[in-house]
């Protein structure tokens, strides 16, 4: 029973992290977003939050916790291009082209043809 009463106030506070993430989010407050946007993802382990928060942190020039929520949203979702892709965008909005490179070729290898990797490694060159 108190599993069951924790479980729910962790959906209840998730939800409400990701309600005030949205809001802020659309009033342009990216560091109050990405840090919400995190405590739902670490509630949740839940990939689309945790790309969201990498989206915010990388916005405001938070790239050591844009870097941990790209690669926290891989780990939550292995099969999904989507984490590898957020962690190359964050390289390239650090400056770190060879770094993005080589996440993007990575990822051709494992998901070939991914139209959103090849646009972005063609754009590195």
Known sequence: LQAAAELKAHEIMSSNYLKKAKLEKDLRNCLKAGKLFALAADITKNMEHALEAAACFSKVEEFPKAKEYAILAQKWNPDSPRGSLALARVYISAGLSNR???ILTEML????GNKDAVR?????K
């Open 109 to 112: 290898e494992k998901w070939p």
């Open 120 to 124: 972005l490694l063609k754009d590195l």
């Open 100 to 102: 993005a490179r080589s």
